[in-house]
């Protein structure tokens, strides 16, 4: 069976990208003890799942790698970024990082499980921490489809916000708990009944950054193996110039290392993708799979390499493996690229550097 050197390359890469994807996720930031002692370095800046869990921490890169769990510590935070704090939640009957989102008269937390919804909670000096109930379950009966909702959290949030009536309008304009209306409540909540109190967010709002990839060099098509779809309409086996471009959007609701891409390649194809792409400095793993939607099921591809931060730009060295039906291999190919950020975060003059 013919090796060629792109598939050689492609292997290669996979390989570096395995065993480098956890590791260069770290970003500058902070723990704070259980004695409120605070160290800085770089925590590992996972999934929201994940960062609620376990606090991957080192004070520099050749320190040694140590991991936290919500006993172990008080929080921890990333520099102009997210916060965490160890909280005891009843319905998991353990302690779990939250995000914290602010900190006033009524205080809000976030968190995000495997199944990616969205859940907040609320907590006062004299009421304890609450999760705000919110779910839709669909309802088959009889042939009938309809959706029940459960809404608890406009209930609670009145509640806890009884000691100022005029929140009651404000509360019951809520379809649903989401970041925006549960830091816009609380900050006004805070403002009405201590007007003088300093009231954090410590979310730094943001918008998704969007990123331009442009990559070329060399595939060869088609591999040895019996396939009954010619995607090139040619037969020879051979080389032929390989490139791509494509638009890359942010998925933060999911990490901030998962972009959405979609795109033009090679022989015509149409990708929609799913990408992981950490940030950090020197050489960093990227990743992606991606579906032709000009193709449909005929093509796949899974895409591994190595990332250089610049300045402005990043270069890439990519290897890319196209497969038929989700299983057979069909093309390899090896490019060059550059990914350019056209939209930039802007920092939020409320997120704060430090825990008071």
Excluded at 152 to 157: E, G, K, R, V, Y
Excluded at 191 to 219: D, H, N, W, Y
Excluded at 327 to 344: E, F, H, N
Aim: hydrophobic share 40%.
């Amino acid at each position: 069976m013919r090796i060629t050197i792109s598939t050689f390359v492609t292997a290669f890469l996979l390989y570096f990208s395995g065993v480098n994807v956890i590791a260069s996720n770290f970003k500058s930031g902070y723990i704070i003890t259980l004695q409120l002692d605070t160290i800085y370095g770089q925590i590992n800046n996972n999934s929201y799942k994940e960062n609620s869990l376990i606090c991957k921490f080192r004070t520099n890169p050749s320190d040694t790698l140590r991991s936290y769990t919500p006993d172990e510590l008080f929080g921890y935070r990333f520099i102009d970024g997210k916060f965490y704090v160890s909280r005891f939640v009843p319905q998991q009957k353990r302690a779990v990082f939250l995000e914290y989102l602010v900190k006033g008269s009524l205080d809000v937390y976030f968190q995000q499980k495997d199944d990616n919804v969205n859940r907040f909670y609320i907590a006062k000096d004299t009421l304890p921490l609450r999760l705000l109930k919110y779910e839709v379950k669909d309802i088959y009966d009889n042939g009938l489809h309809y959706q029940q909702l459960n809404n608890m959290s406009q209930i609670l949030l009145e509640y806890y916000t009884k000691d100022c009536p005029e929140m009651v309008s404000v509360i019951r304009k809520m379809k649903k708990p989401e970041h925006e209306n549960m830091i816009r409540l609380a900050t006004e909540y805070h403002r009405r009944v201590c007007p003088g109190g300093t009231c954090q967010v410590f979310e730094k709002k943001m918008p998704a950054k969007v990123f331009l990839s442009v990559s070329m060099g060399i595939g060869y098509y088609p591999l040895p193996f019996k396939t009954k779809i010619d995607l090139i309409n040619t037969q020879s086996p051979g080389f032929y110039f390989s490139n791509a471009v494509n638009l890359l959007f942010q998925q933060a609701w999911v990490s901030e290392s998962t972009y959405f891409g979609i795109g033009f390649a090679d022989y015509k194809r149409i990708p929609v993708s799913l990408m992981h792409m950490p940030e950090g400095n020197g050489l960093l793993p990227i990743a992606s799979y991606e579906i032709d939607i000009n193709h449909l099921n005929a093509s796949q591809n899974l895409m591994v390499g190595i990332r250089l931060p610049l300045k402005k730009i990043s270069l890439t060295l990519t290897g890319n493996l196209t497969t038929l039906m989700f299983l057979t291999p069909i093309a390899t190919s090896i490019r060059l690229g550059m990914i350019y950020q056209l939209k930039a975060p802007r920092r939020d003059s409320r997120s704060f550097s430090a825990f008071e």
